[in-house]
């Protein structure tokens, strides 16, 4: 089963389920009434099938209970779950079926072939989204077909009776066996690819093990094997270009650093790869493949089959050229050109271990080879010759030639990696735990090689840069490495930071350049630049500054370089420029006043606003005004809207004018204030303007300083008068008596705001403006009435007779005392109206009042009496007749009632009032036409004099007096 712990054994008519630990029989499966032929565990676990001769299949649960029975019209051959969907194959000589746990019936299939089918097996893997199944059958061949009952390809030839086929590692291989006696070991197309084992019988089952390169094969005399499959890697590697094989049968060919890759379906085999250049060579078990490139571009990823060598060729390493093919066996080196032919033979004295192409004209390519007894041989391939090169303590396990070919790269067999120099032959270089090696093809002096899951970066004679990384090295391109990690070739981006900044620090600044060349950061690029520009090193600077682009520096480059051409030229200026551009101002600062342009270092502090720095250098310098210095800086402020740094400026260079201007703009009065106190008092135009902003600003207290300043007691009354600071301002009117109105006036008003009428009154009378006390109690008079507050109205009316007397008194005249006499009877009568409405609005609009029946009924009739033609303003007479009609009806007073709602219904009453109006008409002309005496008395209807109290008309005795 799936997870290994049960083993089912189909054995005469019965199913054995044994225990896989301690082979402990489990089940004892009775079913069948024929030998058992197969059986076939789900993916799931969770059941098992079996078939025989008996023609039926049975579907057993994994607990040894019997699901489900159905036949066939023949033996059953071969049982084969589908991995993914759970469907079970079920195989006979003539036909197929396939049963899913999700339906009933079999769904079955005619095979054409007429042979007997021994094994069937589902590929793990859905193939462009279809399920397959391999049918081995024993007609001698290897089919595909689809769930629908569709063949996929063409038959395959056996040449055996195949008894068992199982896909392998995923499915992307296939193992099979039967009457030949072999294992073999087949592509998921039904490509073979090699042999496995041979046995001395046939060989029943090939059964893999899961997640494991292991194969077990069980034969007809009993025996059992099991089987290792190493799977070595086939490659090939020329500077970026990477062939691989993959699936045995294919060549990958990778781009190294653009990550394009291209597939070549060889449909055999695939046992070496070479590459080189724009040549490809592939062997297969019984010819070689040559391709080329089909562009000219560096890029090009297309290959064409360029010429096929028809031969079965043996050989440990493949090497080819532009025009040969090169076999490495044993000591042997042949070279055969692309028609198979040999051309020439070498016969070294030690086993070739490794063996490299290293460039040359085609046809005089030069190679290196290394061999087992420690010995580098450069071979040419048009010369029989080998030249030696360096003869090593140990085998060579891996080398590789710098890109100027003066310096020669080993790992041997005790991981050791030595670097000899190819003239001289002394070792550069040693170090230890390698297993590869590789030069960078860009950057002579720079080594890289790998060990102990550690990359190693040697450059120059610096010390030797290491970081993590797996895999073995076999390849350096500039900033990149190419690490091949098991089956898989990785390209990891180094930069070369670490070795440009040593060269800096040796101020090796061309060393530098090429290393940065090699593949650095932006912040590098910039760090070598401005190291090379401050050396003046400026062909090194001006091309680093053109890989960032900056253009500040590749312009200041140029300048420099025009005026190296003219006479006077100094580097030290435009060293200055080169550190201000760098933020190092300080630095520039000194520069330029060592090199005597001091009027360069101010103007520079000056455009950077760092006053107190050109201030410093202008005091330094001999004969330097600073005036201007200070205005700019003035100026600067003003355009940044730092008010308070211009202020300051401007009273510090005593241009008090522009400060006040400034702070008075502003509202820095705290600033302006110290400004007055330093200020002599002479300065009268000065002190002026700063008296007047703090009037203007409400800064009362300031300004009364400034005024004191200035003795100037008539505007600093005013001040008083504009802080209504009253006590002080009548301090000093006694001091200056001719300005009372200038004090009185303001007050009065001031009085009248916070409703201290009496008392603005008499202050209009000493400012000697009783007209305006008048106006104003008219005002006051207008307003309440306006917000029917009739109490007030009526009191501000008494107010203004009284005024009226004292406005025109009986000395100015008969016709004066007169004009005062009717304006005080006016405003008498209004504030007797007003006074006595009052209590009738209260009664009409507010649901409750402590007023008596009596009270309203004779302030009615008081009212009428005076409003019986025209009513001051506020004043309704619908409210006083309703009012009075309702006290009437109360007070049996019906004659006074009904006369009232006569007049009331010739007016025209308030909105909502008509029906309430008509329905006490109606009810006051059932009531007898009649007063209560005792609420009339002896008094007309609306006639008498009243008391303000409550309204009651008063006993009058009338009298003359003796002459």
Not at 766 to 774: I, L, S, Y
């Amino acid at each position: 089963n799936p997870a290994g712990s049960q083993i089912v054994v189909g054995c005469g008519n019965v199913v054995l389920v044994y225990d896989a630990t301690d082979g402990l029989l489990l089940h004892r499966l009775k079913g069948h009434k024929d030998v058992v032929y197969c059986v076939a565990y789900a993916k799931d676990g969770k059941r098992f099938a079996s078939g025989g001769a008996d023609k039926n299949v049975i579907i057993w649960k994994d607990t040894g209970e019997g699901m489900l029975k159905f036949s066939h019209n023949d033996n059953i051959q071969a049982l084969a779950y589908n991995p993914v969907t759970l469907q079970l194959a079920s195989v006979t000589a003539s036909d197929f079926g396939l049963w899913s746990p999700d339906q009933k019936s079999v769904a079955k299939h005619k095979i054409s072939a007429k042979g007997t089918c021994f094994r069937v097996n589902f590929n793990p893997t859905s193939e462009e989204g279809e399920d397959t199944l391999a049918v081995a059958a024993w007609d001698g061949t290897l089919s595909f077909w689809s769930l629908t009952g569709r063949q996929l390809g063409k038959d395959k030839q056996l040449n055996m009776d195949p008894c068992s086929v199982r896909y392998f590692s995923n499915g992307e291989y296939m193992v099979m066996g039967g009457s030949d006696k072999k294992a073999h070991l087949w592509t998921r197309e039904g490509v073979q690819l090699s042999q496995i084992c041979e046995r001395d019988d046939w060989i029943w089952m090939v059964a893999p093990r899961p997640k494991h390169n292991t194969v077990a094969v069980g034969c007809n005399d009993g025996t059992v094997a099991l089987y290792q499959l190493v799977f070595s890697t086939v490659h090939g590697l020329y500077q970026d270009r990477y062939a691989y094989r993959d699936l045995m049968s294919d060549v990958i060919i990778q781009h190294l650093v653009t990550e394009q890759k291209v597939r070549i379906k060889c449909r055999d085999h695939v046992r070496k790869i070479a590459v080189y250049k724009r040549r490809l060579a592939v062997q297969l078990p019984d010819k070689v493949l040559i391709y080329d490139l089909k562009g000219e571009e560096d890029n090009d990823m297309h290959y064409k089959k360029r010429d096929t060598i028809l031969k079965a060729l043996d050989c440990n390493l493949l090497v080819v050229t532009a025009d040969h093919v090169l076999l490495c066996l044993e000591r042997k080196l042949q070279l055969l050109n692309f028609k198979g032919d040999k051309e020439r033979e070498w016969v070294l004295d030690a086993v070739i271990r490794y063996i490299k192409v290293v460039g040359g004209p085609p046809r005089k390519e030069g190679l290196l080879v290394g061999l087992k007894n420690g010995q580098v041989l450069k071979i040419f391939v048009d010369n029989p010759f080998p030249i030696p090169v360096v003869s090593h303590e140990r085998a060579i396990r891996c080398l590789d030639l710098s890109c100027s070919r003066r310096r020669l790269a080993i790992v041997d067999e005790a991981a050791n990696v030595v670097v000899y120099d190819m003239q001289t032959q002394e070792r550069l270089f040693e170090d230890v735990n390698a297993n590869s090696v590789a030069w960078n093809s860009l950057l002579e002096g720079q080594l890289c090689y790998t060990g102990k899951d550690q990359l190693s970066i040697k450059t120059g004679d610096f010390p030797t840069h290491r970081e993590k990384m797996q895999g073995f090295v076999v390849g350096v391109r500039g900033s990149k490495v190419f690490c091949l990690h098991y089956l898989a070739m990785n390209t990891v981006n180094v930069p070369q930071s670490a070795a440009m900044y040593r060269y800096l620090e040796k101020r090796q600044f061309l060393e530098a350049y090429k290393v940065a060349t090699m593949g650095v950061t932006d912040t590098d690029w910039q760090t070598l630049a401005l190291e090379a520009l401050m050396a003046m090193e400026l062909e090194v600077a001006v091309k680093s500054f053109i890989r960032v682009r900056d253009i500040r520096y590749i312009e200041l480059i140029n300048r420099i370089k025009s005026s190296r051409k003219l006479p006077g030229h100094d580097d030290q200026v435009f060293l200055g420029e080169a550190m201000a551009l760098r933020g190092m101002f300080q630095e520039a600062g000194r520069v330029y006043s060592k090199c005597g342009r001091t009027d360069l270092a101010i103007k520079m502090f000056s455009d950077l606003k760092r006053w107190d720095d050109a201030r410093n250098i202008a005091q330094q310098a001999q004969g330097m005004d600073i005036k201007d210095l200070t205005r700019e800086q003035a100026q600067w402020a003003l355009e940044n809207q730092e008010w308070k740094t211009a202020a300051s400026i401007f009273v510090t260079s005593e241009e008090y004018g522009k400060a006040i201007d400034v702070m008075g703009e502003h509202g820095l009065l705290d600033m302006l204030i110290d400004v007055v106190r330093r200020l002599d008092k002479s300065e009268t135009g000065l002190l002026a303007k700063c008296a007047a902003t703090f009037r203007e600003k409400g800064y009362a207290q300031y300004a009364k300083e400034t005024y004191i300043k200035m003795g100037n007691t008539g505007a600093l009354m005013e001040v008083y008068v504009e802080a209504e600071k009253w006590e002080e301002a009548f301090q000093l009117l006694e001091q200056l008596p001719d300005q009372a109105d200038k004090v009185y006036l303001p007050y009065a008003r001031w009085l009248a705001i916070n409703d201290r009428f009496e008392e603005a009154q008499q202050a209009f009378r000493k400012a000697g403006q009783a007209e305006e006390a008048v106006h104003m109690l008219e005002s006051l008079a207008q307003q309440a009435v306006t917000i029917n507050n009739f109490k007030d109205a009526s009191y501000f009316h008494f107010l203004l007779a009284q005024e009226s007397c004292k406005l025109y008194p009986a000395a100015s005249g008969a016709e004066v005392a007169e004009k005062g006499r009717g304006l005080f009877l006016d405003y008498s009568q209004s504030a007797e109206v007003y006074y006595a409405y009052d209590m009738i609005y209260t009664y009409i609009t507010q649901p409750f009042t402590s007023f008596q029946t009596e009270a309203i009924f004779n302030t009615g009739r008081f009212l009428l009496q005076k409003v019986h033609k025209d009513a001051p303003a506020g004043v309704s007479r619908a409210y006083v007749l309703w009012a009075l009609a309702e006290a009437s009806k109360k007070l049996e007073c019906y004659k006074v009632g009904r006369k009232a709602l006569e007049l009331l219904s010739a007016l025209r009453v308030p909105a909502g009032w008509n029906d309430k109006v008509d329905l006490a008409c109606l009810q006051v002309r059932g009531k007898p036409m009649s007063d209560n005496d005792e609420v009339m008395g002896a008094e007309g209807m609306f006639s008498g004099q009243r008391s303000f109290l409550n309204f009651d008309v008063l006993p009058l005795v009338e009298f003359q007096l003796d002459s």
